[in-house]
């Protein structure tokens, strides 16, 4: 087991051994006798997993509950109990923007709290934290439009749907995609924490993990779902179409921290398709414009433009579209 440093302070350890000595912290079963002793030496001599006397952290009820509010700005009238008219909406929008926007200077100042060294005893300037929020709500829009391609990639790419407002509703991938695409924007803004907290929020909910980090074309469309994992370095193309159990992966993790800022995930271009199961892992790994990839393929190699890969006795062919495609493809 690897024992970090902790970091309680020296005044903490001084108020843990008062409190060991008072004995205070009420009646306690005989069962348990000298468990809270354990616990505070504990706490004195494990760090990494303790925070106290640090920054005060993001809230993860705080952050799950403005993602919330910000699909609800993303999809007006989706989400809700109570239905939304023409004559509400714009003081329901009014309202909803200031809530969130007062919600996210609360959560994203801790965040930048938190990127201050310890040891320093310096504050971020309030108007910083609002610069950074107020520089986000202005790319809704922009976001907007961009779930409105991926809502018609869906709609396109998937027989099944009968409307919109099924696949608002009921498609995991587009609330995948939509939490993704927010989180993006605060990461790119250098906030700590929450965008990988919204990311995570949407994965508990629909198996889908997206890292903030990943950079996602025009028209996307996840199909199912279900296992789907995109890695932070990863750059998707417009009009790519994934399904479940797909992984966008690195190739190894073993250098670990080192790796930071390394490219270590696959790039795929323009109008490919990657079919369930497949896996394709590396940083140089690029997956050219208008390939079909089947399904439990694994691939550690970049494929030319216009290639269709497959297994045919227990081995991978790559070979040119329209020359050969198996029957997955049909």
């Known amino acids: 087991m690897i024992r970090q440093k902790s970091n309680i302070s020296p005044a903490w350890k001084s108020r843990l051994n008062r409190g060991k000595a008072s004995g205070y912290g009420g009646l306690m079963p005989r069962a348990l006798d000298g468990l809270k002793e354990q616990l505070l030496d504990s706490y004195a001599e494990i760090g990494g997993i303790n925070h106290i006397d640090g920054a005060n952290l993001p809230s993860k009820r705080a952050v799950a509950r403005i993602t ?8 007006p009238g989706f989400f809700r109990e109570t239905c939304l008219t023409q004559e509400s909406l714009e003081e329901s929008i009014g309202r909803e923007l200031e809530t969130v926007r007062e919600d996210l200077i609360r959560e994203v100042g801790k965040s930048l709290e938190f990127e201050v060294p310890a040891d320093l005893a310096v504050s971020v300037a309030p108007n910083a934290t609002e610069q950074k929020v107020d520089a986000f709500l202005r790319e809704l829009p922009r ?16 027989p099944a749907a009968k409307s919109f407002e099924e696949i608002i509703l009921a498609y995991p991938g587009i609330e995948a995609v939509a939490v993704q695409r927010l989180a993006h924007e605060l990461y ?11 990311t995570e929020w949407a994965h508990s909910r629909t198996g889908i993990d997206i890292h903030p980090g990943a950079k996602i074309g025009e028209h996307f469309f996840i199909d199912h779902g279900t296992g789907v994992v995109v890695g932070e370095t990863c750059e998707i193309g417009n009009r790519v179409k994934i399904y479940h159990a797909v992984t966008l992966g690195a190739r190894s993790t073993s250098g670990g921290q080192a790796l930071r800022e390394v490219k270590r995930h696959p790039t795929i271009e323009d109008d490919v398709t990657i079919y369930s199961g497949a896996v394709i892992l590396g940083g140089e790994t690029r997956i050219g414009k208008g390939s079909m990839i089947g399904g439990n393929v694994f691939l550690l190699e970049s494929v030319p433009p216009n290639s269709v890969v497959y297994y ?8 040119p579209r329209g020359h050969y495609e198996p029957d997955f493809m049909i």
Do not use: K, T, W
């Open 188 to 198: 790119r803004l250098g906030v700590a924490l929450i965008p990988r907290m919204m």
């Open 143 to 158: 976001i907007r439009a961009l779930l409105g391609g991926d809502v018609e990639a869906a709609y396109e790419g998937d």
């Open 312 to 319: 045919d006795e227990h081995s991978v062919v790559v070979r």
């Open 68 to 75: 919330e509010e910000l699909l609800h700005l993303m999809f």
